[in-house]
């Protein structure tokens, strides 16, 4: 048991990312997906369910209703019952870093068709969190995350360039993320094999606070939707 768990944290620390998969919960994630369809159909004034998610909220970001957008994203990722979920990683973290581990903050990425308002460029997160040491957690939320829909693509290893300081960021508007592009990233991208975060439904991925990371072009017909959950170690 000490070996599987060693060679977990080997791979883990080796290539900067390792993806879980088949283990979360499957009634807890129908919970999860139940709130979601709950919280945005009240923000969005109007009845949001798997057969429409994507179409509802498209109409949303093609009218620039980027408040209401926001206000459901917030009322979704900072819910009691979204925030609880995150035991379940917390305690599989635990387990396998043999750490203690807190969480820090919640969120949820959004793949949009046609647009690139929420997509992040190559970054790490250790910019956004300089003064805490951190792991991160991503997993598909109503469907499936793969190339085609946009999913994260990951420089495999590139964790092991530590915290790259000198970086650009890149905001293209007010309503836009930003991310802090790090000056040498032509050179990181010749150097690292890139690779792409594909995940079913139950899989998630743990991801170093200095892997390279970003946002891929959705190119299918619907939304892609990804809960994040971040920890510090303690």
Known sequence: MN?????FVENYHNNGFYIVKKKIPLKQQNELENLFFSIYSKKLKSNINRSNYSKKILEAEKNKNYDE???AFQSYTKHKKYLKFSDFFLKFLKNKFRKKVKLINSGMAIGLNNSNRTSY?????KPYYKSKKTIHIQFPLLSNCNKKNGTMSILKGSNKEGFLKNTINIKKGKKFVNSQVPKNIKHLIKKYKEV???MQR???T???ENVLHKTNQNYSK???LASIYRFQFI
Request: no cysteine.
């Open 3 to 7: 070996q599987k768990k060693n060679k």
């Open 69 to 71: 957008l926001y206000l």
């Open 121 to 125: 460029k190559w970054h790490q997160e």
């Open 196 to 198: 792409s975060i594909d």
């Open 202 to 204: 139950l899989d998630f």
């Open 206 to 208: 743990i991801f170093d």
């Open 222 to 224: 619907k939304i892609r």
